[in-house]
């Protein structure tokens, strides 16, 4: 039993082995998640990785809002000593996406009270995508050539526009003068950021767990994307991988379906581990990340992108500030930080563009952070959500983990 309890799938070749789900540098960064411990009290914990094996913290730090509100996190993650569960390679090899062994832990998302925001909108080709979904109206057959006609408009203009400038504002201008200007590009060059609410808190899903779509969606893809750890006084002092699945067909109706086409069940992937911020590791190698994503189907389609995040428009820094710009978030938050991949490959007729099929499997890795593995099913037809901030309370309870120190 998990948090999010996707049922379990058929182990095959697509299952992770701990050298693809860890960073480049293996276990030299500090690496801290949770997992699922099984057992009569089971229930999530808050653990380290280490070259010793995998230490639960969650007798000092019971949530990982807790652990990532002290004064220095990964201090703390590596100071603290923590009960011994299992080897690394033990616990990895039972978070991929074969059947897990539930008498052994797993890996689970790796944040708990944080809210999940995500900022939309953030690249130049991701922006000229949401303009021709807005322009298609949700239809994928008009896609291909609405596709020609705005890149021939704005193309590679964007690149180098810095959103808000003066420079902005006369493209802006120009573009309501070609009756080409749209809501998307108010918030991609603009001087507001699209930042909206991804999950409820709980609700992400972690590596080696289904990831969802709606039924009812013909046109969708995955968003590869770096994820900010950010405290409750606004520091970042991490980050992760995610997935910010995302249903073109219904955003493109209308720009009030944003809730319907991002925020639903295992729609929303984050992991494999929060990588702290420590002398080695960074908002500067955050800025210089490249991320790439590889979708694997049941069909034999193949799909490779990357997001590079020097191409982002707008400073993760200027994104956490407008986040809190007039809301508090006392638990912290999980900030996606917007992706440059939009894939334009045919799949299933000339001139589609891609969508995902039940089962394919999707791979977001990177150097710094691990790689984060999930496989597609309809959202119906995961598990319900169930284990929700109530459930978690009551557990943290009979576990004995609410004496007195702070969530």
Not at 137 to 145: I, K, L, P, T, V
Not at 248 to 260: F, P, Q, V
């Amino acid at each position: 039993m998990n948090e999010h309890k996707n049922g379990p799938v058929e182990a095959g070749a697509s299952g992770a082995s701990h050298a693809r789900i860890l960073p480049d540098d293996g276990l030299e960064g500090c690496l801290v998640g949770r997992v699922w411990l099984p057992g009569d009290l089971a229930g999530p914990a808050v653990v380290a990785l280490r070259p010793e094996g995998v230490f639960d913290l969650s007798r000092a730090y019971p949530t990982m809002s807790s652990l990532l509100d002290t004064p220095q996190p990964a201090q703390a993650a590596r100071q603290t000593p923590g009960q011994r569960l299992c080897a690394v390679d033990e616990l990895l090899d039972n978070s991929g996406l074969g059947a897990r062994d539930p008498a052994r832990p797993s890996l689970l998302a790796p944040c708990d009270l944080q809210v999940v925001k995500a900022a939309g909108v953030t690249f130049a080709a991701s922006l000229i995508e949401r303009v021709i979904e807005e322009q298609a109206r949700g239809d994928a057959s008009r896609a291909q050539g609405l596709r020609s006609q705005v890149v021939g408009l704005i193309g590679e203009s964007l690149a180098d526009i810095r959103p808000g400038s003066a420079q902005a504002m006369a493209l802006k201008a120009l573009l309501q003068d070609k009756g080409l200007w749209s809501q998307y590009l108010e918030v991609g060059i603009g001087p507001d950021a699209e930042v909206f609410t991804k999950a409820p808190v709980l609700a992400s899903v972690g590596t080696g767990q289904d990831i969802g779509i709606r039924s009812d969606s013909a046109w969708n893809n995955p968003e590869p994307e770096v994820v900010l750890a950010v405290n409750s006084r606004g520091e970042i002092v991490g980050a992760s991988l995610g997935n910010d699945v995302n249903l073109r067909d219904i955003e493109g109706r209308s720009a009030l379906l944003l809730g319907k086409a991002k925020d639903n069940n295992g729609s929303c992937a984050i992991g494999p581990f929060i990588r702290l911020f420590d002398a080695g590791f960074g908002l500067e190698q955050v800025r210089q990340e490249t991320v790439h994503l590889r979708v694997s189907g049941d069909d034999g389609f193949e799909l490779r992108g990357i997001n590079t995040m020097a191409s982002i428009s707008r400073d993760p820094l200027d994104l956490v500030a407008q986040t809190l710009a007039a809301h508090q978030y006392p638990d912290g938050f999980m900030l996606f930080l917007g992706t440059l991949f939009a894939p334009i490959e045919d799949r299933d007729q000339p001139g589609g563009g891609f969508t995902h099929r039940v089962g394919d499997v999707v791979i977001i890795q990177s150097a710094w952070l691990g790689a984060l593995h999930n496989r597609v099913q309809h959202c119906e037809a995961l598990a319900p959500w169930q284990f929700g901030l109530r459930a978690f309370i009551s557990n943290l309870a009979a576990r004995g983990l609410l004496g007195g120190q702070a969530l």
